[in-house]
């Protein structure tokens, strides 16, 4: 009896706990990461994919991870010597932790994306809703000087407006949820534009740091010179994602940022899926958006850039799924 009882609540366990639950409960991590100040320990979130990974059925997910690495080997291989650059050559922890950051966030997409390729309305539903009460929370406290914002910065609240925006006019056709979301965004967006001092000549920082970068050694064209140096050695050209990873993750990390960028664009040129038409707007606007200052900075905001990077390339992966994955598929 106690077996059977044992049996049944292991299946009701796993028919509710999904890969799209781990954007919500993620993103709480990664803001609370950055009210605490602690980007340097963003490798943190890596916790959450761990134990999602175990929980929703190892097996499965360790075939996902193979079709990722096959179907983007590039990616992959470039991680990998990030690693090997970090921890071997060029000793520094915080700079080896950002790099299995960003992997592991990637990879955490791409399992939500594929995972949810049959039925991909499901993926947002649950960080749309705290990520709501997050904005909502946080415009009762702009009015409240003594307080500060939960998303921290005005900057980075702007970015998760016009991000949980896109979320809202892109992915949900329900009228109750479509007003309310625009009422919130109109507000937060509002708000976080008008006290953040966003610079648009921050475009141009990219133009500015390229004599600075080009001083560098051979390896540090490649690699960079690590997490954060931006900061301290040029802080003038720091408020550009862009400019940031040319300095602090070389010539190769520049152009995989870049590369997502275009691949984005190219997904919504030639994709006739309507969500991974959506999904790469989404891309689209994270990424312009961080040219007008760095994410490094910023946990939360690296986690919405990564993990809908990893979305997208879920979503326009046409490897077969593993079986599982296939039957939570709604018809």
Not at 6 to 27: G, H, T, Y
Not at 66 to 81: A, E, P, R, T
Request: charge should be neutral; aromatic fraction near 18%.
């Amino acid at each position: 009896m106690n077996s059977d009882r044992n049996a049944n609540m292991d299946k009701w366990f796993e028919n509710r706990i999904q890969w799209e639950d781990f954007l919500p409960v993620s993103l709480a991590v990664a803001i609370y990461i950055s009210y605490m100040d602690l980007p340097r320990n963003s490798a943190l979130l890596l916790i959450p994919v761990i134990v999602f990974f175990a929980i929703t059925g190892i097996r499965d997910n360790l075939i996902a991870l193979l079709h990722f690495l096959k179907q983007y080997w590039i990616f992959s291989v470039l991680m990998v010597s990030y690693l090997y650059y970090y921890k071997f050559i060029d000793d520094k922890a915080d700079s080896l932790k950002f790099s299995v950051f960003t992997l592991g966030m990637v990879i955490a997409g791409y399992i939500v994306g594929s995972q949810n390729k049959n039925n991909p309305h499901k993926i947002y539903v649950k960080m749309w809703i705290f990520l709501c009460a997050v904005l909502i929370m946080d415009i009762i406290r702009a009015n409240q000087d003594t307080k500060g914002l939960y998303l921290v910065a005005y900057q980075a609240a702007f970015e998760f407006s016009l991000f949980f925006t896109c979320l809202t006019f892109l992915f949900f056709k329900d009228k109750k949820c479509i007003l309310i979301g625009g009422i919130v965004s109109f507000i937060a967006t509002t708000i976080s534009f008008i006290k953040a001092s966003i610079s648009f000549t921050n475009v141009m920082a990219l133009k500015g740091i390229i004599p600075l970068f080009i001083s560098g050694s051979p390896k540090q064209l490649l690699f960079g010179k690590g997490f954060f140096f931006t900061v301290i050695e040029a802080p003038d050209y720091w408020e550009n994602t862009f400019a940031a990873y040319l300095y602090d993750f070389g010539l190769l990390g520049f152009l995989l940022y870049l590369g997502a960028f275009i691949f984005a664009i190219l997904i919504l040129a030639r994709t006739k899926d309507e969500f991974c038409r959506k999904q790469s707007i989404l891309v689209i606007v994270i990424i312009l958006g961080s040219m007008f200052y760095c994410f490094e900075a910023w946990t939360n905001l690296l986690f919405i850039l990564y993990t809908s990077i990893g979305i997208l390339l879920g979503l326009a992966d046409k490897s077969k799924l593993p079986n599982s994955y296939q039957e939570i598929q709604e018809p």
